[in-house]
């Protein structure tokens, strides 16, 4: 018997089907594989959360990103994960309760309730690795060498690496404002990088100076050289905007970048969380006009008491990878 109901899924949400699927799968397991050959231990953590406790410090911004409905069960509000880097932050902080430095890998799908502006589907398959307990830079460093490592991995080449400072960002845009209307209106324009966009905040009373800060800012990106440029031209903002750029350039120092990774800086870069509080990374490749892998240091997502775990770690979106076309046609 036929169904007179016409078949079809919910916009933004996809089935993946051979030969893709097994791609993806074979690409989950080598990650997995890897990271816990580096010391990282898997969990699993649950698709539904409670909306309540979603994010940690981060619960409005993650919140908001999220399906969200009541349990008939529980008669609670759950949400569908968005993100799985601040479910791992959590458990980390309230069910491992470990004083030390450890280290988690995950693999699962999340969902959104907007769209990817380059794939436009609400959905992914994401395969990451967090490091909680470790402020150091050898933290840093190491996640973004593994986030390196997983792409090439994968059989991934012409890998290029961005890397900012949220940190940095953060204290430049504190000099011209705090109110938070102003700070969101600023964050927009600047993550466009529009020129006129920016002039244009002049009608909204930021001072000339500020403009021409933002306009500055705005500008320096490209290679190593950027940071020469910020040494100098945001000198007058004081002693911890000289810290981030002191930071930037000792990390750029301990990166092996070899010639399958170019190196790209954006010190006006906008992470896509707020929740980031120092260095932020993510992988592009030649092959693919769009973003494989994402992540930064999130200090302080989780708190208990006076508790505050240090985190850095990153995501790997296995959909967008499986969709480059030369890594359909090799065989595993």
Not at 3 to 25: C, D, F, N, Q, Y
Not at 255 to 268: A, K, N, Q, S
């Amino acid at each position: 018997m036929t169904s007179k109901i016409p078949w079809s899924l919910p916009e933004g949400v996809e089935e993946i089907l051979p030969p893709r699927a097994i791609k993806v799968e074979n690409f989950r397991r080598k990650l997995i594989d890897l990271y816990i050959k580096e010391g990282y231990e898997f969990i699993i953590p649950p698709l539904l959360e409670l909306t309540k406790t979603l994010g940690g410090e981060a619960h409005d911004e993650i919140a908001s990103h999220a399906f969200t409905f009541i349990d008939e069960v529980s008669n609670q509000s759950v949400s569908i994960r968005p993100d799985m880097s601040e479910q791992a932050a959590r458990i980390d902080a309230y069910r491992l309760e470990s004083s030390g430095i450890t280290r988690l890998c995950y693999a699962g799908e999340v969902l959104k309730k907007e769209f990817s502006s380059i794939s436009r589907s609400r959905m992914t398959f994401q395969v990451g690795s967090e490091i909680f307990g470790d402020p150091s830079i050898d933290a840093d460093i190491e996640s973004i060498n593994l986030m390196v490592e997983s792409l090439k991995t994968l059989g991934v080449n012409d890998i290029t690496l961005s890397i900012g400072e949220s940190g940095l960002i953060n204290s430049i845009l504190n000099t011209i404002g705090d109110s938070p209307i102003l700070r969101s209106e600023l964050e927009s324009v600047l993550s466009k990088k529009s020129q006129s966009d920016i002039r244009d905040l002049s009608d909204k009373g930021l001072t000339d100076q500020n403009v021409d800060l933002l306009l500055n800012v705005s500008k320096m990106y490209g290679d190593k050289n950027v940071l020469n440029k910020a040494e100098k031209e945001l000198a007058h903002l004081g002693k911890e905007v000289k810290q981030k750029i002191d930071y930037l350039k000792s990390l750029l120092d301990n990166l092996p970048v070899d010639e399958d990774v170019t190196l790209h800086l954006d010190l006006g870069e906008i992470p896509g969380f707020k929740y980031h509080t120092g260095v932020v990374f993510s992988a592009f490749s030649k092959e693919a006009g769009y973003c494989l892998s994402k992540g930064g240091r999130y200090d302080g997502l989780t708190k208990e008491g006076t508790r505050s775990r240090s985190a850095v770690g990153f995501d790997l979106d296995l959909l967008a990878v499986s969709e480059i076309s030369s890594l359909n046609n090799k065989h595993d």
